[in-house]
């Protein structure tokens, strides 16, 4: 597949990520580096669905450390149990937060993030990183980001690693 995505901007948020992820899996499917795949993937989910901050955060000696990312700099590390990354990690579950600032221990590594997804990626039982969505807006994430985006995190816990 040529570094290409088609994504109608006209699209429901459904159908721009039924869209996106078939790309994503070609997109990535033949190359054998993680670390280019999570770059083309964090790069495409910023572009075809327009989010603010999108990136992955790695599970290293105990802590998580910034992978790849699109959007503006970010924190670099992050303890177990943590903010929402930390606490996605930890409870190894999809964590919607509507208003980052009604969230205990919130780390602000961008004032202008207002609502966020994490989802884990879980390989072999274990948390191996988790991906980080960050939205300008309240409310910026639902069932349809969870459903998608966690189809988005097997895939990469199945086929890419």
């Not at 993030?113 to 072999?124: A, D, F, L």
Request: proline content about 4%; glycine content about 6%; aromatic content about 8%.
């Amino acid at each position: 597949m040529a570094e290409t995505l088609i994504i109608d901007t006209s699209l429901s948020k459904a159908e721009k990520y039924a869209a996106l992820l078939p790309q994503i899996k070609a997109l990535t499917e033949t190359e054998s580096d993680l670390i280019a795949n999570l770059a083309n993937i964090a790069a495409a989910l910023k572009q075809g669905m327009d989010f603010f901050w999108v990136g992955f955060y790695l599970v290293k000696n105990g802590e998580l450390v910034l992978g790849p990312f699109q959007g503006p700099i970010a924190c670099t590390r992050i303890p177990f149990g943590k903010g929402v990354c930390g606490y996605a990690w930890q409870q190894a579950q999809i964590v919607i937060v509507p208003d980052v600032e009604q969230f205990p221990g919130h780390i602000a590594c961008s004032s202008l993030s207002r609502s966020e997804i994490v989802v884990p990626v879980i390989k072999n039982g274990e948390v191996q990183m988790v991906l980080d969505v960050d939205s300008a807006e309240l409310n910026g994430y639902d069932e349809t980001d969870r459903l998608y985006l966690e189809e988005l995190a097997q895939w990469i816990a199945d086929r890419l690693m």
